[in-house]
Nanobody, 125 residues
Framework: QLSVVESGGGLVQPGGSLRLSCVASGFSLATYPIGWFRQAPGKEREGVSCITAGDHSTYYAESVKGRFAVSRDNAKNTVFLQMNSLKPEDTAVYYC??????????????????WGQGTRVTVSS
């Protein structure tokens, strides 16, 4: 089981920033592409970003491109999602997951079902 724990969410005003963390437990995160996904109330879960394992290539949904940045610190077994210029439509529960199959990183999808509990992000004035 590829267990992860997300943290860093909270309430922020529009235009604000948050940095989410994804810590792996029981496996080396360094060998997997890691995706960030989010689920807003009443909507399906959608892919937000992904970072590959090898060359650390990054991919983003059009809705967050230029505002979000994904990075990884393999020594700390952690992946980060820096979120800037947040908008109310970014409000959602954010999840990270090891992407399977690896080739799906670019398309921000995963067939894996090892989800953490997520971290809630609320963007509101």
């Amino acid at each position: 089981q590829l267990s992860v724990v997300e943290s860093g969410g909270g309430l922020v005003q529009p235009g604000g920033s948050l940095r989410l963390s994804c810590v792996a437990s029981g496996f080396s995160l360094a060998t997997y592409p890691i995706g960030w996904f989010r689920q807003a109330p009443g909507k399906e879960r959608e892919g937000v970003s992904c970072i590959t394992a090898g060359d650390h290539s990054t991919y983003y949904a059009e809705s967050v491109k230029g505002r979000f940045a994904v990075s990884r610190d393999n020594a700390k077994n952690t992946v980060f999602l820096q979120m800037n210029s947040l908008k109310p439509e970014d409000t959602a529960v954010y999840y990270c997951a090891a992407v399977e199959p690896r080739s799906w990183c670019k398309s921000l999808r995963t067939r894996g079902d090892d989800w953490g509990q997520g971290t809630r992000v609320t963007v509101s004035s």
